[in-house]
C-alpha cells in the first residue's frame, strides 16, 4: 500500500481480484480519519466496502468502517468471492428491498461528493444510497444549481433527513399503467421533498448491497446519465454521448475533458444549453464536476501523429440541449449548425445575446458563428437609447441577416428595408474584425492547457 496523505483524504494503491481471479490495480481513496491510527503497510490486506467510483480517474471512494461493513455481510466479505454462498443475504440488501418511493428516511452522511451525498440508513440496516436533487437532472435541466450545492455545507457523519424517490432494487418487467403510476410516485415524492427545504433533499437508493452483487455504486450523475467518458478520438463521432469532467468555467462557454489523458478536449458554449428560442445559461456546475454531454463535431484544429491519429489531440463542439440529451442516436438534422457561407442577406435566424456593448451588440448562432447587431438595428426610437437596459446575456433573439460579405455577419433585430443591406455592405468596409477572426480568437490558443490551434 503507497499511501498519499492529504488533509482530508488518503489514496491507497493497492491490488484486488475479480470473481474470475483476475488481478486489478486500484487507487482507493479513504478518509483520512479512518488510517490515521493505522496506516497500511505495504502487503498488508485490506477489508473495505465501496462507496462511490469517479469514471474518469479510476478511483475508489471506499471505507473501513466496521459497522457498514458488517451491514454488507462481514463474513461473505471475509470469504473468496467464488466461495461465497449465493443465497447469503446482507441487512443492508434486506433494509434497502423493503424501502418503497415517497417514504421518509433517517440518514448518515458517509460520503461527501461534487454535487452529491452517499448516506448510510441506520434503520434499513446500513443500507447505502446516494442523496440527490433528482436522478435526471442533466437530462430536465431543472436542478443542475441544486445539485451543484447539495454537498457544501454537510459533513460526514451529519444525521440528515431525506424522502425515498427510487429504490433501484432489479424488479420484473411491468405493464405501462403501472410503470407510470411508478413515474407519478416518484415525481410526487419530489416535489414533497422539496417543499420541505434543501435539508430534506429526496433520497434516491441505488445500491441494494448483497453478497451475490459485486458492482461497485457510481456517482449520482454518472450513474443516471449513462454515457461513460471516451477513450479515443474514433469514439468523437457526431452524435456520440460522453461523460466529460469541467475544467475551466468561462463566462459564456465551459471548457470540459472527454478522457482521462486531456488529448480529448471540448467547448460547452451558451448557445447550445437550451433550445432555439429559450433564456440560455450556462449549467451551474463547478471545476472538477461531471457532466453529460453530446459531440457535435470538431472545433478548432487538432494534433495527431501522422502513424496514428487516433493518439493524438482533438477539440470538440459539445451540446447539452434536452432534445440531444434525450436521443440516443441523434440525426444528423439535430447535430448541424449553419455557418456564415449558408447564410443570405434576408434570412431569419435565432440567435442568443453574447455581449452588450453601447453602440452594438455581439449575437451567437452557435459555438462558432455569431454576428453584430448596430445599435439602430437594434433599437427604435421610443424603445430607448440604452442597449443594457434593454438586453441581457442568454436573451433569446430573433434577426435577419444584412450582409455576411468578408466573412463578417451584419444582423438586424427587426425586418430590414431594401436599404439596410445596401448600408451593411458598406459598413464592412470599416474596421473591424471578420468572422475567422472572431472565430480564431475564441478558439484556444495552440499549446495553451493542452488545446490544438485554431482554424
Not at 106 to 125: D, I, N, W
Not at 329 to 354: C, F, K, N, Q, Y
Not at 399 to 420: C, E, I, N
Request: charged letters at 20%; a positive charge; one cysteine or more.
Amino acid at each position: 500500500a503507497k499511501g498519499a496523505a492529504s488533509s482530508s483524504s488518503v489514496r491507497v494503491e493497492c491490488t484486488t481480484r475479480s470473481a474470475d481471479g483476475c488481478a486489478h490495480a486500484v487507487t482507493a481513496v479513504f478518509a483520512g480519519a479512518e488510517l490515521k491510527k493505522d496506516k497500511p503497510k505495504k502487503g498488508a490486506a485490506l477489508r473495505a466496502l465501496v462507496l462511490d467510483t469517479d469514471p474518469l480517474s479510476g478511483e475508489l471512494y471506499a471505507t473501513l468502517d466496521a459497522t457498514l461493513l458488517a451491514s454488507a455481510g462481514a463474513v461473505a466479505a471475509a470469504t473468496p468471492i467464488r466461495k461465497r454462498k449465493a443465497d447469503a443475504v446482507s441487512s443492508a440488501a434486506a433494509g434497502a428491498a423493503a424501502l418503497r418511493v415517497g417514504r421518509a428516511v433517517a440518514c448518515v452522511v458517509v460520503l461527501c461528493r461534487p454535487g452529491m451525498l452517499v448516506v448510510a440508513l441506520p434503520k434499513h440496516g446500513n443500507a447505502l444510497a446516494i442523496a440527490v436533487a433528482h436522478g435526471s437532472w442533466m437530462a430536465t435541466r431543472g436542478s443542475a444549481s441544486a445539485l451543484a450545492a447539495l454537498s457544501s455545507g454537510y459533513t460526514t457523519g451529519e444525521k440528515v433527513k431525506a424522502v425515498v424517490v427510487s429504490t433501484g432494487v432489479a424488479a420484473p418487467q411491468v405493464a405501462d399503467d403501472a410503470a407510470d403510476a411508478t413515474a407519478d410516485a416518484e415525481e410526487t415524492a419530489v416535489e414533497a421533498a422539496a417543499k420541505r427545504g434543501a435539508r430534506s433533499c429526496p433520497l434516491v437508493v441505488r445500491l441494494a448491497a448483497s453478497s451475490t452483487r459485486e458492482d461497485a455504486l457510481l456517482s449520482a450523475a454518472s450513474d443516471a446519465l449513462g454515457p461513460s467518458p471516451l477513450r479515443r478520438r474514433s469514439d468523437a463521432r457526431p452524435g456520440t454521448h460522453a461523460l466529460g469532467r469541467v475544467v475551466a468555467v468561462e463566462p459564456t462557454e465551459l471548457r470540459v475533458r472527454l478522457d482521462r489523458k486531456g488529448a480529448l478536449q471540448g467547448i460547452l458554449h451558451l448557445t447550445e444549453t437550451v433550445e432555439p428560442g429559450e433564456e440560455a445559461k450556462l449549467p451551474s456546475v463547478a471545476v472538477d464536476s461531471s457532466i453529460h454531454v453530446v459531440v457535435l463535431g470538431g472545433a478548432g484544429g487538432s494534433k495527431a501523429p501522422a502513424d496514428n491519429g487516433e493518439k493524438g489531440s482533438a477539440m470538440l463542439q459539445l451540446s447539452v440541449r434536452p432534445s440531444l440529451l434525450s436521443a440516443a442516436a441523434p440525426p444528423a438534422s439535430m447535430l448541424t449548425r449553419a455557418g456564415v457561407g449558408a447564410l443570405s442577406a434576408g434570412d431569419r435566424i435565432e440567435a442568443w445575446v453574447l455581449e452588450v456593448a453601447e453602440k452594438h451588440l455581439w449575437v451567437g448562432l452557435s459555438t462558432t458563428v455569431r454576428g453584430l447587431v448596430a445599435k439602430e438595428h437594434a433599437l427604435s426610437a421610443e424603445e430607448g437609447a440604452e442597449l443594457s437596459a434593454t438586453f441581457r446575456i442568454g436573451q433569446p433573439l430573433s434577426a435577419y441577416v444584412l450582409s455576411t460579405q468578408a466573412g463578417r455577419l451584419r444582423l438586424a433585430l427587426r425586418k430590414p428595408r431594401a436599404g439596410d443591406f445596401e448600408a451593411a455592405v458598406s459598413k464592412h468596409r470599416a474596421a473591424g474584425p471578420s468572422h475567422a477572426a472572431i472565430a480564431a480568437a475564441a478558439a484556444p490558443v495552440a499549446g495553451a492547457r493542452g488545446w490544438g490551434p485554431a482554424t
